[in-house]
């Protein structure tokens, strides 16, 4: 029987894919999306619907597909949609993100977003069971692929959400650009005042002009080494 926990007191109730476990990157990434305007939006790589179940606890307004490859995951985010009675607000179509031309038409989403794995292959050593090893790597989806998809999906004017290593920050730029998602806002993710960044929060604009604004850092810990306000804010607590 899956095993359900409620995200916040009176949020969401969640149950997590193997290989796709709940992680910090997600949860903020969520909150760093913009949502006014939207309507339909698109999970890249789904999981097992984390993003998704976050996006449509903001937003009544707005209805989620999220895009998993892996049957098994998908099916997991099928079952947190119906657990939080979601299904007319989100579905989970099972497929490969290379292959979006062939799943739906030219800019059908306002928004899409993406927790993508964060090294390219030959980066490092990686685990034997393939499963795990397309959640950590860039083995069945690359970033030039991940952004031909969003600017594909995106109409013009839609946003592409992302979160990624600060150190392939210009690898992230360049494949935007290459694909019409101009980058618009930046922001940092830091452990505390004065740490080097773990994570690049990014939105790019389809056909958007030329213009970057980096915003304050997030930090997760404050002067004294506690949770920071913000950070509370964000998971609710």
């Known amino acids: 029987m899956t095993e359900f926990t409620e995200l916040w007191p009176g949020g969401p109730r969640y149950a997590q894919a193997e290989h796709f476990p709940l992680g910090t990157d997600s949860v903020l990434l969520a909150d760093f999306v913009p949502l ?41 985010a099928e079952e947190n949609l119906r657990e939080n009675m979601l299904e007319e607000r ?38 034997r069971d393939p499963s795990r090893a397309a959640a950590r790597a860039e083995g069945s989806c690359t970033l030039d692929e991940l952004c031909a998809a969003a600017a594909w999906l995106c109409r013009t004017g839609g946003r592409f959400c992302l979160v ?3 150190e392939r920050l210009s690898e992230v730029f360049v494949a935007m650009s290459a694909h019409g998602l101009e980058p618009k806002r930046l922001r940092f993710v830091c452990a505390r005042a004065g740490a080097a960044p773990s994570l690049a929060l990014i939105e790019g604009r389809r056909g958007g002009a030329p213009g970057l604004a980096v915003e304050p850092a997030l930090l997760l810990e404050d002067e004294n080494g506690a949770e920071s306000a913000e950070l509370r804010r964000i998971y609710h607590r």
Do not use: Y
């Open 164 to 166: 990624h290593r600060p």
């Open 90 to 127: 989100g579905g989970i179509v099972c497929g490969d993100i290379r292959g979006v031309r062939a799943l739906f038409e030219a800019g059908s989403f306002d928004l899409a977003v993406a927790n993508p794995p964060f090294f390219s292959l030959g980066s490092g050593a990686l685990p």
């Open 36 to 76: 006014a305007g939207a309507r339909r939006g698109v999970d890249l790589g789904c999981g097992g619907g984390i993003l998704t179940l976050l996006l449509l606890a903001r937003s009544e307004k707005l209805h989620m597909t999220g895009l998993e490859i892996l049957s098994a995951a998908a099916e997991r």
